[in-house]
């Protein structure tokens, strides 16, 4: 990871009003995403903000300005309010922060390829502190003006979702206090890696039975979980076999280059039964882990069902003749 090594400071106290974002995949936080489905990781248009008593000072037309009037006459310069001597103690231990400028946008995700999910400042710089649960450090920095950063932070308010630490009013890169996902300390679980045996995908599958303050994640299509998969059916498939987050949707499971036919009586732990026919709403997947009699006449499985979320039980699909739900075999367990 890099950062800035020209000032000891992230934050100074006077910034231009039309700062440009020079993101290597951040993009970040002045960027307004386009909706996305739940089967998809979604994709982002850059927009502009720039008052009409500012244009002629923007030098690119790609430059964005996170302030209206707060600048009042001061020549196109904000004064922001720091307060980083709280950071060591009460706000690092409240994981709650200043920001400034406006209109700065919340995604889906770790990525400003996400969807929006909301703004902070949407009318007045700097009228919204965030508060914040974790940060990732995505490894794409985002730069505005000398100030860089490569993290983004999970918010659980004003909105919930991610936002570049570039709108964070703090001298620091990264939101001292708060855990790091992939960074060490104390943080959410890492998302798994590829490849692995059976019994590491069924390991995975069961961490979601607890993960949501011991209890199980919430089913959501459109939502994403802490570990960066869709909190849907394949979402969660995809985070036990390891596939990128936010995870394929049920129809790609399917895909030749993740699964291979099988037949029912073949299932071995960490197999799949895909029902792929209909649509979002009628599509789903479980993860079989094994046989609960000599006869198969059923199965314990895991799966994040609509209405309830992460379950651990019996089933039958598959078995029933005529049954649309059909065994498959993942390529990469290595056991």
């Known amino acids: 990871m890099t950062h800035s090594t020209t000032t000891a400071r992230r934050r100074t106290i006077w910034r231009k009003v039309l700062p440009t974002i020079a993101a290597a995949g951040i993009g970040a936080a002045g960027l307004v995403g386009c909706s996305g489905d739940g089967d998809t990781s979604g994709h982002g248009t850059k927009a502009e903000k720039v008052n009409t008593a500012d244009k002629a000072q923007a030098a690119d037309k790609n430059a964005l300005s996170r302030d209206t009037g707060a600048a009042k006459g001061k020549g196109g310069a904000l004064k922001l309010k720091t307060t980083s001597g709280e950071f060591g103690t009460k706000a690092a231990a409240a994981a709650d922060f200043p920001t400034w400028g406006t209109r700065w946008v919340v995604h889906q995700t770790a990525d400003t390829g996400s969807p929006s999910v909301g703004m902070i400042n949407k009318d007045v710089a700097g009228q919204d502190r965030i ?102 059916c394949s979402g969660y498939v995809s985070m036990a076999l390891g596939l990128k987050a936010p995870g394929t949707n049920t129809v790609g499971l399917t ?42 006449t059923s199965y314990t499985s895991y799966e994040q069902r609509g209405d309830f979320g992460t379950d651990h039980t019996t089933r039958t699909y598959g078995l029933e003749p005529g049954s649309e739900y059909k065994p498959y075999r993942p390529l990469k367990f290595t056991d």
């Not at 036919?261 to 895909?274: E, W």
């Open 131 to 232: 508060t914040a649960d974790y940060q990732i450090d995505t490894g794409k920095k985002a730069c505005e003006g000398s100030t860089c950063s490569t993290y983004m932070a999970h918010i659980t308010g004003p909105v919930n979702g991610f936002l570049s630490v570039l709108a964070v009013d703090i001298p620091e890169d990264s939101l001292p206090g708060v855990p790091v996902q992939n960074g060490g300390g104390q943080q959410p679980p890492k998302p798994p890696q590829p490849g692995g045996t059976r019994a590491e995908a069924l390991q995975r599958a069961s961490t979601w039975l607890t993960a949501n303050g011991g209890g199980r994640v919430p089913y959501s299509q459109a939502k994403i979980w802490k570990d960066g998969y869709r909190q849907d």
């Open 255 to 296: 895909s030749g280059s993740i699964t291979k036919p099988i037949a029912v009586n073949d299932l071995r732990p960490g197999d799949l039964l895909i029902d792929a026919a209909g649509n979002n709403n009628t599509r789903h997947v479980v993860m079989f882990e094994k046989w609960n009699n000599d006869a198969h």
